[in-house]
């Protein structure tokens, strides 16, 4: 059956980011921090769906929350007590007064570029190069470009990360590379006038890993406000898995937007958009249309609220952070131990491997890491029962509240056999 997926689903897959060579692995199911594909083989999920998983699979007080509303409702279209709930708690952790809720990643960022065009009146948008934030027009320039598409650093090609998308649009993104308050500076004066806002991710998590450097992220709220800008922070990525506030309460820099998606709903797909009093009063007098069918679903808000109340708490965070600590040191172990340049790189329950000697600071930088070497620890983690991301050096492994000290140290002895080899090569 499987082998005949390609005659009825494009390319085999669901989504082109689920295809690994030579085919998809297709899930049966998971439970706690395990999932069992099906053929029988079962693996310690460090995927952890891209990152939204990070309540493990079947944790018990979501499966309740969205047992109980699926006797209740599945879908109404109009707004539950739960939303209230999450919005309430949304504004406690990240600062902003208020929210609305979608889908996906993609629709939250929409949302975001559209308001600061839309408050704004104006359509120029400053866009780090390598930066991902979902697959609508806009968003769709320079997100991985390959190395020979990239032109000069301080005039970056404008790259389409996709087919389809108008050349007029891409005109309307500015680029800067991350982590230099200099260019951003540059590009306002540049087009004074003219910029609506900036979007980024606050630690860049699509190029492996890469914080922001110490300063950069309230260096960039002070410039984009001293020329009228706004500044949106697309936590998708990072949100709930950095911090119980994401990035925004871990480097302590509130940003007018704010875009959630992904571990928020522990497990469920929802999304969240939060900004400032001004911001959303566009979305109240219907200046903006937040639109959408399935905004506010009331499962994915019982299972939000769920997530947020049982998970994503502090002692959630203590578990992660000593579950994190313990990969650190065992991966740094095997690093030092076989006299390799490569560093580990982790943020709260995010981590993975530079594989490079050089400090990453950029996309620039990140595209001197030596892929063959993310692609071969791909494989090994596959093949020593870890599931990880299929991409290589620009993916993360993501830990779980449900994942245990054993869980990690095969993660960590996997890389092992990997390091040895590299060692030796
Ligand atoms: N922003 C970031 C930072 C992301 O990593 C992603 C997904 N990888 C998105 C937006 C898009 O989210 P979705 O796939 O849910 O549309």
């Known amino acids: 059956m499987i082998a005949d997926a390609g005659r009825v689903l494009a390319g085999g897959a669901t989504s082109n980011w689920q295809i690994a060579q030579p085919q998809a692995v297709w899930m049966s199911h998971g439970q706690g921090s395990h999932v069992w594909d099906v053929d029988g083989n079962e693996y310690v999920d460090m995927h952890g769906g891209y990152g939204a998983c990070i309540a493990g699979h079947g944790y018990p007080a979501i499966v309740e929350a969205v047992s109980r509303q699926v006797t209740r409702g599945t879908h109404f279209a109009q707004p539950t007590e739960d939303a209230i709930w999450v919005a309430t708690e949304l504004s406690r952790r990240f600062g902003l007064p208020q929210w609305r809720f979608a889908n996906s990643g993609t629709e939250a960022t929409m949302d975001a570029i559209h308001l600061m065009r839309a408050l704004k009146g104006r359509d120029l948008v400053i866009k780090v190069e390598g930066c991902y934030h979902g697959h609508h027009d806009s968003v769709q320039v320079s997100v991985l470009p390959e190395p020979e ?196 790189v982790s943020v709260g329950a995010k981590g993975c491997v530079a594989f490079t000697g050089e400090p990453v600071r950029n996309y620039r930088d990140f595209l001197e890491v030596d892929d063959r070497w993310g692609h071969l620890h791909w494989l090994m983690q596959h093949n020593g029962g870890v599931f990880l991301p299929p991409w290589g050096k620009v993916e993360q492994w993501l830990l779980s509240v449900q994942h245990t000290d054993e869980d990690v140290d095969l993660l960590v002895s996997n890389f092992g056999r990997l390091a040895a080899v590299a060692g030796r090569s």
């Open 149 to 344: 598409e990239v032109g000069p650093p301080d005039a970056p090609n404008r790259v389409p990360g996709n087919t389809g998308i108008p050349q007029a649009i891409m005109d309307l993104i500015v680029l800067v590379p991350f982590n230099d308050l200099g260019a951003v500076e540059r590009v306002l004066k540049e087009h004074d006038g003219r910029i609506a806002g900036m979007i980024l991710e606050p630690v860049m998590m699509n190029a492996g890993i890469i914080p922001p450097v110490d300063g950069y992220l309230a260096g960039l709220k002070e410039l984009l406000h001293a020329h009228d800008a706004f500044l949106t922070f697309d936590e998708v990525k990072t949100g709930f898995t950095t911090g119980p506030a994401g990035a925004t309460g871990r480097y302590g820099v509130t940003p007018d937007i704010v875009c959630l998606a992904k571990a928020l709903g522990g497990g469920i797909s929802v999304a969240a958009i939060g900004g400032t009093a001004e911001i959303m009063s566009a979305i109240g007098d219907g200046r903006y249309e937040q639109v959408g069918t399935f905004n506010g679903n009331p499962l994915a808000m019982a299972a939000t609220r769920a997530n947020l109340t049982h998970v994503i708490n502090d002692a959630g965070y203590e578990r992660l952070d000593a579950l994190a600590a313990r990969a650190r040191e065992g991966f740094e172990d095997h690093i030092a131990a076989n006299g390799l340049p490569w560093r580990v």
